[in-house]
């Protein structure tokens, strides 16, 4: 062991505090450094096993036609490809044209079942997302069929063109027989600007249905969304014979870079014949630089980090500093000595390697400890955030962390404690021996301070009695001339608290406005009022009318009682009304919220009138006459012949033009109008509009097939569209949502809207026109969320059959998750504030007690001429209170832009916050202030008096 080894080792152990407290800032600021790397690496693979899980894992797709290339040769070259990790295929056996009631014609794919091509069955069919079987099962031998679960209890019946349809004689279900067609190509595309139209077929097959699916996404190039505007008949592969096209999906392996894999596909496809998975080669690392959410994500990672890597160098830095401040007669000894500049800066930079070693594994390890924990505890927030769902056995996401990206880590924070101690190091080498040991470069006066005093000197003039001195006496001035002094100090201690106090109140800021956020949504019917939700409409099948849509709500009784733990509420019927009304009716923020949305807009004018489409949630007569009584009307009247009454609901919310929400009141004072049933018009559906003088009007749009002409929007007279009218009353307003209708608000909350009674539905079938049900449950106290969703959502398919879709929305879990997500982000930006508050304190604690420890000598003398503890502790709680009070100011100020800045930010996205300051925070972060000073100034008085006046005195004099 060298002499200078020894020497950092010995000022080390005798500096047992400041070592401590160094050691520990390294190991704080190296465990954020880990926890936000690690939290990132973590994130960013659940992010690719997330969309492997929802999109599938292949990275390239294509579809190949005899026509274009030689498709069992690429098949076969695609088997054998050392790059090619898994690949599937799946082939099309030609298209069919069906027809459900009355609609318009439909495009029915007939795809049969996947192949793998490399790697196992299970490999293969990971590659896309295959279809839920909701009844039944996959076909597996020849003449079976898979459909759609919208096809169950439908009759499909004759199209255009018998010779391509699929067809059933009777409502299907399973073990049904069906008839599709097979050969049949498919000409032009939504892409291409024409309808598509099936070509001929080659002959037709019948099929037994044994299984129906869940419809999927053709955004996501799921299995069966071969066409955005088809469904798929999936059959056996044994039923394809002569493929039209084959559909292929594969990963791969070996490529580092897009461009890499562009070019190898290029080669197999041809150039822009195929397409790539774009979110998941994001993830993994080959996503386009221009476009890049894992880019977004390590961006952030690099902001955390440099705010982490500033703090670790300003305290680590300043506590080098002061070592070196404090043995600068030791340094100086060592240059008169002989001891070169470079060897007194490889002391300290041996004094902050044996510091690095000793808090960097610490770091790393507290760090990866912590974050592990942190993934642990907010399990069900993150998977409330990347998979959209809660569930009672919460899955989380695990740490994830390679061995190189520990080592990056470490080298950053090695290099972060080099680079704090390499400016301290380089002074230290450049001080002289004679300066060093009469310590003339520790306390001195700044060139301000200097100017200052031969002005005075100069002009004869007496300073002005500084404020310590007047408040404190003699003290007060010995503190005023310390903190003149030692300014650059005093500013570092000033920051130091200013930090500590603007990560306090940042978390608490965080908090505060998030958490106001969700009480807004809540206010606003942003989020439903009841425990669960179900809601029914119709499906494809047309000629489901009112009448249904009344019998659907009748159905839904059976509902309540139906699933243990639940208390049904009253049915809400919802839909919609042509009507106008009367001049003044729509506010100036109600004419704002229709031009949002439609700039050209013709349903109102300035005078506030309206004609066009209202919302209408129809209630039954108990929750009317409440609703009334709210709105100061009289209910009489509801809805026979003297017309039909409503009330407004006179809140709405408008997506800004900066992506926020706000709320407002669209009605100004609505009264009389008129609802009218309308008929199509050559064969086109119509509304109602206002013409340029005022006059309501029908308009259709023409698509112009009948005549061959482009398609345009045109205007007949009211007469030609209208069957009958009767006349609206609009006897009141409800300005806030009313708890009656938290449920139905999310739908309402974006459209102009009325409430009505639902004998106003009955007595206007044919004006009034109805399509949802919504009924909201209660969740008795003690049954599981889980478990009665999943009950209701039986119950509910059981009610709605085979003519409406059901839809069960647990607002319980909906509520755990916003709360979920909202606790994990508070979680993260507490942990974050808490360890760079943590950093702060070092740094505060260190400056503050080295540099009264500095101050031994001072201490010594004014002890031997007479000056007491009581008048020592008044001399430091001056200093303490100038350091408390600059502090405070500082971070409140700083403290009071961010709060507003927050605010700023989140009335952009929501209307109505106030702003409001974290005043627990504040008043916590201010105590916190007191209490470091005091701890600090409590450690190095003691040490301070540890030494007599003799042995003080002669120490300085060696």
Not at 28 to 38: D, E, K, N, Q
Not at 297 to 324: E, K, W
Not at 758 to 766: C, G, K, Q, Y
Request: proline share 3%.
């Amino acid at each position: 062991m060298g002499v200078f080894t020894s020497f950092t080792l010995r000022s080390l152990e005798r500096n047992r505090t400041r070592t401590i407290v160094t050691i520990v800032g390294v190991m704080l600021s190296t465990a954020l450094l880990t926890g936000v790397i690690a939290t990132a690496t973590s994130v960013a693979a659940a992010l690719t096993q997330r969309t492997a899980q929802t999109e599938g894992s292949w990275q390239v797709y294509d579809t190949l036609t005899d026509a274009q290339q030689d498709t069992q040769g690429t098949l076969d070259a695609l088997a054998e490809d050392p790059h090619v990790s898994a690949a599937m295929s799946a082939q099309v056996a030609g298209y069919a044209s069906y027809n459900v009631g009355d609609a318009d014609d439909s495009i029915l794919v007939v795809l049969g079942m996947p192949t793998a091509l490399r790697g196992t069955e299970g490999q293969a069919r990971a590659l896309t997302v295959m279809p839920t079987v909701r009844a039944g099962r996959e076909p597996q031998g020849a003449g079976e069929v898979m459909l759609p679960v919208s096809f169950a209890g439908v009759t499909l019946g004759a199209t255009s063109n018998a010779a391509t349809q699929a067809k059933s004689d009777v409502p299907i279900d399973l073990g049904t027989t069906i008839s599709l067609p097979v050969g049949a190509d498919l000409s032009g595309s939504v892409e291409e600007g024409t309808d598509p139209m099936v070509g001929t077929a080659s002959g037709t097959r019948t099929f037994t249905v044994v299984g129906f699916y869940v419809p999927q996404n053709y955004l996501r190039n799921d299995f069966s969304a071969t066409l955005d505007t088809s469904a798929a008949a999936i059959v056996s592969t044994s039923d394809v014979i002569a493929p039209l096209e084959t559909r292929i999906w594969l990963s791969t392996s070996g490529f580092t870079t897009r461009e890499s894999l562009k070019d190898w596909a290029a080669s197999i496809f041809g150039e822009e014949s195929y397409w790539l998975h774009g979110s998941l080669l994001t993830f993994q690392g080959l996503g386009n630089e221009d476009n890049s959410a894992l880019q977004s994500l390590y961006g952030m990672v690099a902001v955390v980090g440099f705010v982490v890597v500033v703090a670790a160098v300003s305290m680590i830095g300043n506590s080098f500093s002061i070592s070196v401040a404090e043995r600068t007669r030791q340094f100086g000894l060592l240059s008169s000595l002989g001891a070169s500049r470079r060897q007194l800066r490889h002391t300290v930079l041996l004094e902050a390697a044996i510091i690095g070693l000793a808090g960097i594994p610490l770091g790393v390890a507290c760090g990866l400890a912590g974050v592990a924990a942190m993934l642990r505890v907010s399990a069900q927030a993150f998977d409330a955030m990347l998979r959209g769902t809660l569930s009672s056995t919460a899955q989380g996401i695990p740490l994830v962390v390679s061995p190189l990206v520990v080592s990056i880590i470490v080298a950053l924070s090695f290099a972060v404690v080099l680079i704090s101690a390499w400016t301290p190091s380089w002074r230290a080498s450049r001080v002289s021996a004679i300066d060093a040991i009469r310590q003339q470069r520790d306390v001195r006066l700044s060139p301000r301070a200097q100017r200052k005093m031969w002005h005075q000197i100069d002009s004869g003039t007496r300073a002005k009695s500084p404020f310590l001195e007047r408040i404190a006496g003699v003290p007060g001035l010995l503190a005023s001339r310390n903190l003149t002094r030692t300014s650059s100090r005093g500013r570092t201690v000033v920051m130091s608290l200013a930090l500590s106090i603007i990560l306090v109140v940042l978390a608490g800021t965080i908090s505060l406005y998030m958490e106001r956020a969700v009480l807004l949504g809540g206010s606003t019917g942003a989020i439903n009022g009841a425990d669960m939700t179900v809601r029914l409409t119709h499906n494809q099948t047309k000629g489901l009318g009112t009448g249904a849509t009344l019998s659907l709500a009748d159905r839904t009784q059976t509902l309540t009682g139906a699933v243990d733990g639940l208390t049904g509420g009253t049915p809400i019927i919802t839909g919609t009304v042509e009507a106008s009304l009367a001049p003044g009716s729509i506010s100036a923020q109600g004419r704002e919220m229709l031009a949002w949305y439609d700039p050209n807009q013709t349903s109102t004018n300035a005078d506030g009138a309206y004609a066009g489409m209202l919302q209408a949630a129809f209630v039954d007569d108990a929750t009317w006459e409440a609703l009334c009584e709210r709105a100061g009307a009289s209910s009489a009247g509801t809805g026979g012949g003297d017309g039909i009454s409503a009330l407004a609901l006179n809140v709405s919310l408008m997506q800004g033009a900066a992506g926020g929400v706000k709320t407002l009141a669209p009605f100004d004072h609505p009264s009389t109008g008129t609802a009218y049933a309308l008929q199509e018009v050559n064969g086109d559906a119509t509304s109602l509009a206002l013409s340029s003088d005022g006059t309501t009007v029908a308009t259709y749009w023409d698509s112009g097939s009948a005549t061959g002409t482009s398609s345009a929007l045109k205007t007949v007279p009211l007469d030609k569209a209208v069957t009958r009218s009767a006349s609206l009353n609009v006897i009141g307003s409800l300005d806030s949502t009313p708890d009656a209708l938290a449920d139905v608000a999310t739908m309402m909350g974006t459209s102009l809207s009325l409430v009505m009674p639902r004998s106003a539905l009955e007595a206007n079938p044919d004006i009034l026109l109805a399509d949802m049900v919504t009924v909201p449950f209660t969740l008795n106290e003690g049954a599981d969320p889980y478990d009665t969703s999943t009950a209701l959502t039986d119950a509910a398919d059981a009610v709605a059959g085979t003519t409406a879709t059901a839809n069960v929305a647990n607002n319980v879990l909906e509520r755990e998750y916003s709360k979920s997500v909202l606790g994990l982000f508070q979680l993260l930006v507490t942990i974050f504030s808490v360890i760079c508050l943590l950093i702060a304190i070092a740094n505060v604690f260190n400056t503050l007690s080295t540099s009264i420890i500095l101050r031994t000598k001072e201490f010594a003398v004014l002890e031997s001429v007479g000056m007491g503890p009581r008048d020592f502790r008044r001399m430091l709680v001056a200093e303490c209170a100038s350091y408390a009070a600059r502090g405070l100011a500082m971070g409140l100020i700083v403290s009071t832009g961010v709060v507003w800045a927050f605010w700023m930010f989140f009335t952009r996205m929501a209307e109505g916050l106030p702003f409001v300051l974290p005043w627990g925070h504040v008043a916590a972060a201010c105590a916190g202030v007191v209490g470091v000073l005091a701890v600090s100034v409590a450690y190095a008085l003691r040490r301070s008096h540890a030494l007599n006046i003799v042995e003080a005195l002669r120490a300085e004099a060696i």
